[in-house]
Each structure stands twice: as C-alpha cells, then as structure tokens.
C-alpha cells in the first residue's frame, strides 16, 4: 500500500469515478491509475468500487468503510509536510483563501494589502466562488481558510468562527422619490421594482424573510452575484436596489443615495471557516487575526486541533 493508491481512491470518489479525470488530476496515465487500484484492491483482498464492465460506478460497502481512514491519512500526510515547510521557510509558502466576491471586493482589501506586506514571500491565492464551491474547496483541502456569511457555520467537519456583523441597506438613485420621503418603509420599497443578490449569496434569505415578515411580496426583477452589477443597474434606474451596506461608498457611488433604514434587515454575520484537522502555517493564522484581532493563533489552533477528553 502507497501514498499514490490512496489518492487514486480519493480522487476516484471526488470525480465521480471518472478515471480519465482521475489521471488527469494525478498527472498520470490512466493505465497506471488502473493498475495502482487493482494492486491496492489485491493486497487487500476486498473489491472497493463497484463495476459495470471496466466502469466504475461506486465505492463497495468497505470502500465506504476505508474511505475516511484515506482521507485522514492524507489530511495527516499533508499536515506532516506542512510542519516542515513551517520550520524550514518560516514566512515563504503559498497561502489559499476562498472567498465570495462581496468579502473579496469590500471586506478583505486592507486585509490582504497588510498580510502581503507583512509576508512578501508568501503567495497569496484569493479563489472567488459561490458559499457551495467553498464548501467544497474547504473539504478537499484546495483552500487553507474560507469566507463566506452562507454555508460554512453548521458544516459538518469544518470549524466556523465570526468575522464581523453587518446589516443590508436600500439604495436608490440619487433625488428618487423614496429618498424625499421623511421616514420610508419597507412596504414603500416595496412598491418599486427590485434589484438584489441571488438567492443563496449575501445574505439573500434575511432579505426575503423581511419582506415575508410584514407579509410584503416585492417584485424583483433582477438578482446578481455582487454588488457592483447591481449597482450599476440601480444608477440607470432599472429598480432601487438591495445591498450588503458596506458595498456602498458615498464618494465612490456618487449617484446613488442610501435610504435610512438600520431596522428593515436582521443583522448578518460572516464566517471564518477551517477545516477540522487541517494544519495551519504561522503566517495563515497571521491572516486570521489580521480578519479578528480576537481570533488568537492558539484560540483557532486548538479548534482546528481539539484536545481528545
């Protein structure tokens, strides 16, 4: 039994038992990704995926079984290379963050410009994708610390922690008529056409239980993945928009105005995720506590690492 058999197990399940992928992701050939599973499966005298042909369809019952003691062997393997490397180039690596694009755009910036010149030698990767995708980065370990307010906090096997509270805000162009109002309401917003995030991004489904609340029913004709876009259809007078509050600057969106309104939305919060088990370099848990000064390298440590009882 080998290290390469055991990632070609893994990587058989995460692409759907697609060998040609496999091969692909290992950089090797496909007959050697064959050949390293049916050595694994003599050695140990069981059948691991179940076939149809030369296909594979799925993992047998001890496959399943074995599966998880791959995973930790290799999550262990990992860690192991990740010790050494912290001792032998203490502030040089590559660290990877996973993030959605209003974290990237409006959280993280003064972030990453005083982690970069804290640690020039260390590779900064920022991979921008949906709370779902960065689930799955987390999980396979392609991102070392993920961002996100949706998906991450009740996952099973990750370690969530917050970041920061923030509230959703009502923007409108500038001189529309719901900005001369004294006091608007959240049923006078919805009396215009909507513009907001996709469900499932930023806070969406606080938005939409707001409404549901005061038994509104808005009608949005329009749902993006950031702020920006939204934004800029907002300007054009498409609709009044719906936005994370801090995507919104009064000298950068001169156009716009923002309405007053801080008890229309629940309060959001976003999450710093890890993955259970996965070692952290020095300069990842920098990051950290750049993001929460509260977040203490040996706080995150010992939750990324828990103490058996």
């Known amino acids: 039994m080998n290290l390469q058999q055991l990632r070609i197990l893994r990587e058989a399940v995460r692409a759907d038992f697609n060998l040609t992928?496999?091969?692909?992701r290992l950089f090797t050939a496909q007959s050697g990704v064959s050949k390293h599973i049916k050595d694994l499966e003599d050695e140990l005298g069981v059948a691991l995926f179940v076939r149809?042909?030369?296909?594979l369809l799925d993992l047998t019952e001890p496959g399943r079984d074995i599966l998880p003691l791959v995973e930790r062997i290799l999550l262990d393997t990992h860690n192991i290379q990740r010790v050494a490397e912290q001792f032998g180039s203490k502030d040089e690596g590559r660290l990877a963050v996973g993030t959605t694009h209003t974290q990237a755009r409006y959280a993280l910036p003064g972030?990453?410009?005083?982690?970069?010149?804290?640690?020039?030698?260390?590779?900064?990767?920022?991979?921008?994708?949906?709370?779902?995708?960065l689930?799955?980065?987390?999980?396979?370990?392609?991102?070392?610390?993920?961002?996100?307010?949706?998906?991450?906090r009740h996952e099973a096997g990750l370690v969530s922690f917050p970041y920061y509270r923030w509230r959703h805000a009502v923007i409108v162009p500038r001189g529309h008529p719901?900005?001369?109002?004294?006091?608007p309401t959240l049923a006078d917003v919805a009396g215009?056409?909507?513009?907001?995030?996709?469900?499932?991004?930023?806070?969406?489904?606080?938005?939409?239980?707001?409404?549901?609340?005061?038994?509104?029913?808005?009608?949005?004709?329009?749902?993006?993945?950031?702020?920006?876009?939204?934004k800029s259809y907002v300007e054009i007078g498409l609709g009044i928009g719906i936005v994370a509050s801090m995507a919104y600057h009064p000298e950068r969106d001169?156009?716009?105005?923002?309405?007053?309104?801080?008890?229309?939305?629940?309060?959001?919060?976003?999450?710093?995720?890890l993955r259970r088990g996965h070692y952290l370099r020095d300069f990842a848990l920098e990051f950290i506590a750049m993001c929460s000064p509260s977040l203490e390298p040996r706080t995150v440590r010992d939750a990324v690492f828990p103490q058996p009882a």
């Open 178 to 183: 719901l900005a001369q109002l004294p006091a």
């Open 254 to 273: 001169s156009g716009l105005e923002i309405l007053p309104g801080d008890d229309w939305f629940e309060t959001n919060t976003t999450w710093i995720s």
């Open 52 to 55: 149809k042909g030369k296909r």
């Open 135 to 152: 689930t799955a980065l987390l999980h396979d370990g392609r991102v070392d610390i993920g961002i996100a307010t949706e998906g991450l």
């Open 21 to 24: 992928e496999v091969a692909s």
């Open 192 to 230: 215009y056409p909507l513009i907001t995030y996709h469900s499932g991004y930023t806070g969406r489904a606080s938005i939409d239980a707001a409404f549901a609340c005061m038994g509104l029913r808005p009608r949005i004709v329009m749902s993006a993945l950031d702020a920006d876009v939204i």
């Open 111 to 133: 972030v990453i410009s005083r982690f970069t010149q804290r640690f020039p030698g260390v590779h900064l990767e920022l991979h921008q994708c949906s709370p779902t995708e």
